[in-house]
Nanobody
Framework: QVQLVESGGGSVQAGGSLRLSCAAS????????VGWFRQAPGKEREFVAV????????YYTDSVKGRFTISRDNAKDTVYLQMNSLKPDDTAVYYC?????????????????????WGPGTQVTVSS
């Protein structure tokens, strides 16, 4: 199995930026689609973004389009989530998740139940 760990979380003022990283051990991430999810206190886990196994296709939830960018660096075996123009509503624990299946359309990756592997999460706090 692949083990995932997130990093890069922290506290930032509204309008600021953070870059989250998702790294793997045990298995390479290159053969997985990788999604980012977030969960605020008292709320359900919410899909944020996903990148295809080849890194060509991406898909975002509407609330982060134009502000967040998901990317992957195969040389570093790392997936990133660049978050700009952060809002207080973005405050949550952010998780990366890996899915070995090939899914079409890309919107099929929005369901958390479809992912096999999850990291422990990293806290993002955005103050108003």
């Amino acid at each position: 199995q692949v083990q995932l760990v997130e990093s890069g979380g922290g506290s930032v003022q509204a309008g600021g930026s953070l870059r989250l990283s998702c790294a793997a051990s045990g298995r390479t991430l290159s053969s997985y689609a990788v999604g980012w999810f977030r969960q605020a206190p008292g709320k359900e886990r919410e899909f944020v973004a996903v990148i295809s196994r080849g890194g060509v296709r991406t898909y975002y939830t509407d609330s982060v389009k134009g502000r967040f960018t998901i990317s992957r660096d195969n040389a570093k075996d790392t997936v990133y989530l660049q978050m700009n123009s952060l809002k207080p509503d973005d405050t949550a624990v952010y998780y990366c998740a890996a899915d070995p299946k090939s899914r079409n359309p890309l919107s099929e990756y929005v369901r958390a139940s479809e992912y096999d592997y999850w990291g422990p999460g990293t806290q993002v706090t955005v103050s108003s």
